[in-house]
């Protein structure tokens, strides 16, 4: 393929700068239906596996020593972790509203008390997708403004029209690269294109309009050159070792217009430290000044830090926090009102008092086993969830936690898709 | 017959006769101490039977503790049938067989049976064939067979010969055998029984709840028009009745028609019947009068894990405990002081004591009181303590033997969850304590240990020792802090048997101290239980001499007889004769082993399938120059390895660095880290305490939730909090 070859009637068929799409979600409600939101699953899954395989079929034929098929290697894993992203759509949302016009917890907590009832153990398995993907108010705010930045650029050729940048922050495990990656997977758009290959014959292409651009930064040492690559292959362009820096950049530009792209977003930025490389990312800043750009670190000040310039660039920041304390209870209160399980089981409660005295309960052994991180505290209840399900238990127990604590600690790579599909 | 039967009639009443030293005698009465009985002297030295040949008293406490045989019985008959018994051997089969209370007809079938089979077998030897033909088994069978009155055909006596050796030759087994399965079984349906067994055990049985008869027996009926006549049949629950069901048909908060749309769970539901009331009450009186009959129906109808997690409620035991050692609870505390060291009155060690008490009569039973945290060896001998009279060890401290007179083989022991896994040896000690059936076995009971409902009574105790000995001992901690500590091992002065002496003393105190739950002394309340029972009646070791050894702990698994011996931890053990069966048909013989912690120089083989000991086995590596044994404990042992280990050796050598000298300075060393590292693990927690299985006992009994608003308020500021860091 060409380093750079674009018809012209895709150049005159391209969207231009595409308005960024959110998570569309559903309110909670007394009315809702667990049996249509199951089938919807259930439909996302066997999709799921379908253009999952489709995408195994392609990775196999692969020559993983040609550059090219390398880098087509690159962006089926890519897609693939879009399609995981994709596979619960409507999160379900909780609000104050909400609450107040069912009338309470109870009100709410009833109907899926009984719906659940309803189903069979591998449906209230599969129900626990719900938890995949949880808007926490915290998400929601983190989308209001991505959706002011984008704003900012979007709004035509005004003094305000400017780039924006952002530094985003928290702890690993809080929801950084979820929303980062949730983001760029609802905002892909595939467009088959046809191009003449090196041999000049014409062949389909599957171009990428993609509105939001998500890369992990990659560890850079000796030159800027990977981080431009990782963006042309997250954008399924391909490009040749001899291309210079100056070139690729040249090329990301022209494929950012085409392809719409309206958010940069670079996860884990801390690995881009060397100064000369910041300002890389600065120059990239400066040739594409209306696109904001979002930096993710654990601790992303770190980043800004020492140069004056970048700092007043990416001068605003949001953090995620680790949820402990009354938030954890909170949080904890919310897995309770959505779980299959028929009992509650008291998950908010940090001390309980038993016969002998105060006793820790079960959201101090959360807190202390997973130091409040989403993540953890996702795959945790799940976990005892399905352990409780699978013994038929009414509730999740401290002993379950810990279970399905230990049980995660063995594999401490495992996601919450590998969990549930350990159970399909 | 149930436990609590056979505990009852074994034990030694007014009435009862007893044969010792070659006299025969009539117990007649109770003295006051419950303890000695006026016994008329019937017959002596197998004269004659005499009559009334005057009256002794006899110490039955005193009895069991002497080096004299003696034997009990509630008839004279009995006495003389067992006298036959002790010198024929095993034909105590028939008077279990007539006490299990089976059916007459087949306990003649059974009758039939052993007589014919034995008979046939004592005359096949008689056969001889006619002339002509060869000598075939089966003809020697035809032959014997023809030769009893009632003619069998060959095919039966075959089935016959099965059954005998199927149950060899056990007449109770064989009759058994024919009884229908349904036998004194309930024809109510399974459904309606779990529902009913079920409700009394949530609501009847419940500490909290305690609904009433009729209240209970209402929800049964609300219970049945909610499920449409349906509910679980333990038959279809294969993997055990499913908790999260139970729950949602007894909630009621969700629609039936939920349930029912759900296939799995409709599976498991069948039509049940609302059984009368009468039925109902009279079912319930059952479960109220024979805790033991109930406890043992639910086990076999549901399983012991549904038994363990709907009916375990400890405080019933505790209250319902109907005479002493029915139940009985076992637990340990640390008590809070330093003693020094005999020799240099240096070293100084914390105590624990291990303590049994009776739930009847809230008496101590026994007590060990030991300078590690509990063990086995910790619960092993706190049960010999209880089990044996006291009476020697109260008179050497100058205390009055009749002052504490509590003993007797527990009927059911309640036991910290913590020694669960040293279960095989406390189940071995159980069941051999029973001597083949000759007296009850123990019943090990390991409660959760979130089920300290029983805390109540013994923990209680614990709390008014602890408080006594504050006031009385110097070296007791007062107060937790650095300063508390330092000063409490400034002023340790006590020695191991100072404490000792100390909490005997508390505890004959105690048995003198009016319990305010019971209104009178745990004495008096063990007296009165006694009166009414009869003294508790207990192997001694002049009779059973073996039974010391089971009080040693068990090693884990089996252990065979190599050519060097028995090889344990690194040391070969050769058996003291040479004629001990290391191999039968089916290759090398596998035997229990227990090793006292005082003394791991020696250990003691025993059958597994149980019996006497089989023989006394001693390490080879450490025996002195003479050819003597030198004991050498456990904690030597540990120190040992420890040294070996410091060496660059393996740990299995230790025997090679068994030098006393070594060994104590490395004793005193480890001793002193150990204790600092204890310290260190026993700091009181900050905060609530971290108790997983309290808190899910907490919550599974509704003791601490949320309530709605709580939950309610918890939502809405999960929505309203501002997370900009």
């Known amino acids: 393929m060409p380093d750079i070859v674009l018809p012209p009637e895709f150049v005159t068929a391209h969207p231009g700068p595409a308005k960024i799409v959110f998570p569309s979600t559903e309110v909670i409600s007394p009315h809702l239906d667990i049996p249509a939101r199951l089938q919807s699953y259930h439909y996302a899954w066997d999709r799921w ?102 704003g900012y650029s979007q709004d035509g050729p005004s003094l305000l029209s ?140 770190k980043w800004t830090a020492g140069d004056a310039e970048l700092a007043g660039r990416w001068n605003d920041s949001f953090t995620f926090q680790p949820y402990r304390g009354e938030r954890l209870s909170q949080l904890l209160t919310y897995f309770e009102l959505l779980s299959p399980l028929p009992q509650d089981s008291g998950l908010a409660l940090f001390e309980v008092r ?59 790579n495992q996601t919450f898709l590998d969990l549930l599909q350990s159970w399909r | 017959m149930s436990i609590a039967a056979e505990f009852l009639d074994r034990n030694i009443a007014p009435g009862d006769w007893l044969w010792l030293d070659g006299g025969i005698y009539e117990l007649t009465d109770h003295l006051d101490d419950m303890l000695s009985l006026v016994a008329r002297i019937d017959q002596v030295d197998d004269a004659p039977s005499g009559g009334d040949l005057g009256h002794v008293l006899i110490n039955i406490a005193e009895l069991f503790t002497s080096k004299t045989s003696s034997i009990f019985a509630k008839t004279r008959v009995e006495l003389q049938k067992k006298l036959v018994v002790k010198a024929i051997g095993p ?108 409700l009394i055990g949530r609501y009847y049985n419940h500490d909290e709840l305690r609904l009433t008869p009729r209240q209970v027996y209402r929800r049964l009926q609300q219970t049945l028009i909610y499920t449409n006549g349906l509910w679980i049949d333990p038959a279809k629950c294969l993997s055990g009745i499913p908790e999260d069901l139970l729950t949602e048909l007894d909630l009621k908060k969700i629609p039936f028609s939920a349930i029912k749309s759900n296939p799995e769970k409709m599976a498991l539901l069948d039509p049940a019947v609302a059984p009368s009331r009468s039925w109902f009450y009279a079912y319930l009186r059952h479960y109220l009068y ?72 809230r008496s101590i039973l026994g007590f060990a009181l030991l300078p590690h945290s509990p063990n086995i060896t910790s619960i092993q001998a706190a049960l010999k303590h209880a089990i044996f ?181 690194g040391v070969s053990y050769r058996p003291d004769s040479p004629n001990t069966p290391r191999k039968d048909g089916n290759g090398l013989i596998h035997y229990q082993v227990h090793m006292s912690e005082t003394n791991v120089s020696e250990i003691h083989l025993f059958h597994v399938e149980g019996g006497p000991r089989v023989d006394r086995c001693v390490g080879t590596k450490l025996l002195r120059p003479d050819g003597s044994m030198r004991p050498i404990s456990k904690a030597e042992r540990e120190l040992a390895k420890a040294y070996a280990r410091d060496a660059n050796k393996r740990p299995s050598q230790w025997a090679d660095y068994l030098s006393v000298d070594e060994v104590l300075e490395l004793s005193a060393i480890r001793g002193e880290e150990r204790e600092i590292a204890d310290r260190r693990a026993g700091a009181p927690p900050n905060g609530p305490v971290r108790s997983p299985a309290q808190a899910d006992q907490a919550l599974a009994d509704g003791l601490d939730e949320l309530t709605e608003n709580q939950y309610t308020q918890l939502l809405r500021n999960f929505n309203g909090v501002n997370h900009k860091a």
């Open chain 1, 49 to 150: 596996k379908v253009a999952n395989q489709e995408l195994m079929t392609i990775l196999v034929t692969l020559d993983p020593n040609i550059a090219y098929d390398r880098q087509f290697a690159q962006t089926i894993e890519i897609q693939r972790q879009r399609l995981e992203m994709k596979l619960q759509s409507c999160p379900i949302e909780v609000n104050a509203a909400a609450i107040d016009a069912a009338g309470g917890y109870m009100a709410l907590r009833d109907p899926v008390r009984a719906q659940c009832a309803a189903l069979t153990k591998q449906e209230k398995i599969d129900w626990l997708l719900t938890f995949r993907c949880i808007i926490t108010p915290e998400l929601s705010e983190f989308f209001t403004k991505v959706g002011t930045l984008v």
């Open chain 1, 162 to 301: 400017q780039g924006r940048n952002l530094l985003l922050g928290g702890l690993t495990g809080t929801g950084k690269t979820t929303a980062m990656n949730l983001l760029a997977a609802l905002n892909e758009r595939v467009q088959k294109v046809l191009l003449l290959d090196v041999r000049g014959i014409p062949r389909e292409y599957s171009f990428f309009l993609q509105s939001v651009l998500s890369i992990e930064s990659p560890v850079l040492t000796s030159t800027s050159k990977p981080l431009w690559q990782r963006m042309l292959v997250e954008l399924n362009w391909r490009y040749s070792s001899k291309t210079s820096e100056e070139e690729l950049q040249q090329i990301l530009c022209t494929l950012f217009t085409v392809s719409g792209v309206s958010l940069l977003m670079l996860d884990e930025v801390s690995h881009i430290q060397a100064h000369r490389y910041r300002r890389k990312v600065l120059s990239f800043s400066n040739r594409k000044p209306k696109l904001p750009i979002i930096c993710s670190s654990c601790e992303p000040e």
């Open chain 1, 354 to 412: 038993g016969k002998s005295g105060l006793v820790r309960g079960p959201a101090a052994y959360v807190e202390e086993w997973t130091h409040g991180t989403m993540k953890n505290i996702t795959i945790l209840i799940a976990g005892a969830m399905i352990m409780a399900i699978e013994q038929n238990s009414p509730r999740i127990t401290v002993e379950l936690l810990q279970r399905a604590w230990e049980s995660i600690q063995a594999k401490p």
């Open chain 2, 91 to 198: 034909a105590a089969n028939e008077v279990i067989g007539n006490a299990v209370g089976m059916r007459q007809s087949f306990l003649d079938k059974a009758d039939e049976i052993i007589e014919l089979v034995e008979g046939v077998e004592k005359l096949i030897p008689d056969f001889r064939p006619k002339e002509g033909q060869t000598y075939t088994h089966t003809a020697a069978i035809r032959w014997a067979i023809k030769t009893f009155p009632e003619q069998r055909c060959l095919a039966t006596y075959y089935n016959y010969r099965r059954l005998y050796h199927m149950f060899s030759g056990r007449r109770a087994h064989i009759a058994l055998y024919f009884h229908r399965e349904t036998f004194r079984k309930s024809k109510m349906p399974a459904t309606t029984l779990h529902l009913v067994d079920f």
């Open chain 2, 290 to 361: 024979n805790t033991e009959a109930g406890r043992q129906i639910i086990r076999e109808r549901y399983g012991e894990e549904y038994y363990e997690r709907e009916f375990l409620v400890w405080d019933h035991y505790a209250n319902r405990a109907a005479y002493p050692l029915e139940f009985t609870f076992a637990d340990h505390w640390e008590i809070a002081m330093y003693i020094v060291d005999k020799e240099g009155r240096a070293v100084l060690y914390k105590l624990w004591c291990t303590m049994i008490i009776d739930a009847y009569s």
């Open chain 2, 389 to 569: 009279p006291k009476g020697d060890e109260l008179r050497a401290f100058g205390i009055d033997p009749l002052r504490w007179t509590a003993f007797g083989i527990l009927i059911k022991v309640f036991l910290d969850n913590a020694w669960a896994h040293l279960s095989e040896s406390l189940e071995t000690l159980g069941r051999e304590i029973s001597c083949n059936g000759e007296f009850n076995s123990i019943e090990l009971v390991f409660r959760p240990p979130y089920m300290a409902r029983y805390g109540g009574l013994i923990e209680r105790l614990f709390g008014n020792l602890e408080a006594k000995i504050k006031s009385l001992i110097p070296g007791v901690i007062i107060t937790q802090d650095k300063d508390g500590i330092a000063l409490a091992k400034k002023s340790a002065r006590y020695l191991y048997q100072d404490l000792y002496q100390t909490v005997l003393k508390l505890v004959v105190d105690y048995q003198h101290t009016v319990h305010s739950a019971i209104g009178m002394t745990p004495h008096e309340k063990w007296q009165e239980g006694i009166r009414n029972t009869g003294i508790p009646r207990i192997p001694t070791f002049k009779d059973y001499p073996d039974l010391e050894y089971r009080f040693y702990p068990l090693l884990s698994g089996s252990k065979t007889i190599g050519e060097s011996g028995v090889s344990i931890d």
